[in-house]
């Protein structure tokens, strides 16, 4: 079993960056992708950014240029930087990590371990 904490969600004026941080814990497989996702109450869970273990990456068109996924060498911090954000950014973030997988997902379908979440809020 995986676990995940989040950190550093918060608020932030339009055009400011927050740093996102998921702290990974338990038996990882040997291959897996690891995601962001956000979710406003009453629609349904975006896909942000995803990491492979190999480090391909995946970004969702909204994010592409503006947020960052990275994780260290170790593979037990992922962390999401996000630059100039915009209200239409705020939601609850969410870590997560599927078992053994050879692509980079970023539909939550795939996705079999969750944290509890963080918010991040972006005022005009």
């Known amino acids: 079993q995986v676990q995940l904490v989040e950190s550093g969600g918060g608020s932030v004026q339009a055009g400011g960056s927050l740093r996102l941080s998921c702290k990974v814990s338990?038996?990882?497989?040997?291959?897996?992708?690891m995601g962001w996702f956000r979710q406003v109450l009453g629609r349904e869970r975006e896909g942000v950014a995803a990491i492979h273990t190999d480090g391909r990456e995946m970004y969702a068109d909204s994010t592409k240029g503006r947020f960052t996924i990275s994780r260290d060498n170790a593979g037990n911090t992922l962390s999401l930087q996000m630059d100039n954000l915009q209200p239409e950014d705020t939601a609850m973030y969410y870590c997560?990590?599927?078992?053994?997988?050879?692509?980079?997902?970023?539909?939550?379908?795939?996705?079999?371990?969750w944290g509890q979440g963080t918010q991040v809020t972006v005022s005009s």
């Open positions: 997560a990590a599927t078992g053994f997988i050879l692509w980079v997902p970023l539909s939550a379908s795939h996705y079999t371990n």
């Open positions: 338990g038996r990882t497989a040997v291959a897996y992708s």
